[in-house]
């Protein structure tokens, strides 16, 4: 099997060239074997760039755990980088994903723009807050971020009684400034801290204390490297025009047997 290893600011992902479907049969386990960091490849998620009638290309995004989830917001921005490296060049790209359609473009310097999908709420919860930005995100703005147990506070409501059936991306975040902030996040499906998590510093920019009826652009420092969210909050509190920005490198390519071997 040949596959591709891309990373956009540190949120890691295999990628496959499904062009000529020859990798739909992967199974949930397979997926997680080689999302393995021991066993396997390793990374935080496998994406499948599939053709689709009327779009660039589908994208088809799994977790480590194996199993197929909602957006990705940084796997996307790879998937993008992948179909310039693959040659699919284009001045704007128009691809589908589960959450629906996607425009993305490449600047000069390499920089990824993706547009999200337009958020129609942030709810309130007890203080903290709700949102989906094409995977669903939960907000708490805290001080000191850096010196928080992520893992553990992140687990903890990532399973309470409250999310425990469909989970939920648990990011934490500090306001460094009206036009920056810090974010830290606890990933579903990865149930651990990944680098970044485009979907939930996209999540945590609409939700950032300083943001204004109107054009805002928030620059989000993470783990893994900055991004900067774009986005225009409507007189009714609906935010559209989304985009999510940042750079998105290939890493390496390589192949795996087809079978995992017997001990794994
Ligand atoms: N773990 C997320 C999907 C990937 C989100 C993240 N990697 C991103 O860049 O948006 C979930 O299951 O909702």
Redesign the pocket.
């Known amino acids: 099997m040949n596959f591709f290893k891309y990373q956009g600011t540190g949120?890691d992902f295999i990628i496959l060239d499904n062009r000529n479907w020859s990798y739909t049969a992967l199974t949930t386990d397979r997926i997680k074997f080689l999302c393995d960091r021991r066993f396997g490849i390793g990374a935080?998620?496998l994406m499948l760039l599939n053709p689709h009638t009327g779009y660039d290309f589908e994208m088809k995004?799994y977790?480590s755990d194996g199993r197929e989830?909602?957006?990705?917001?940084?796997?996307g921005r790879c998937l993008v980088k992948f179909a310039y490296d693959l040659g699919i060049k284009k001045a704007q790209y128009n691809f589908i994903a589960i959450d629906g359609p996607h425009l993305a473009e490449i600047d000069a310097d390499g920089t990824v723009n993706l547009k999200m999908k337009d958020v129609l709420k942030i709810d309130d919860f007890h203080g903290d807050l709700l949102l989906d930005t094409g995977?669903?995100h939960y907000v708490k703005m805290v001080t000191d971020v850096m010196e928080l147990d992520v893992f553990h506070k992140g687990m903890e409501i990532r399973y309470s009684s409250d999310f425990a059936k469909d989970?939920v991306?648990v990011n934490f975040v500090e306001q460094r400034r009206p036009d920056e902030i810090v974010v830290r996040t606890y990933?579903?499906?990865?149930e651990d801290e990944?680098l970044s998590?485009?979907?939930?510093v996209t999540a945590s920019a609409l939700a950032s204390y300083h943001n204004e009826v109107g054009k805002n652009y928030v620059k989000v420092i993470t783990k893994g490297g900055k991004l900067t969210v774009r986005f225009n909050r409507t007189a009714d509190d609906t935010y559209e025009d989304v985009w999510l920005c940042g750079p998105a490198i290939r890493v390496f390519q390589g192949s795996i047997d087809n079978q995992p071997p017997a001990n794994s």
Do not use: A, F, L
């Not at 998590?197 to 939930?200: A, E, H, L, N």
């Open positions: 949120n935080d998620g995004y977790n989830s909602t957006m990705c917001g940084n796997g995977s669903p989970g991306n990933e579903r499906g990865v990944t998590c485009g979907t939930g």
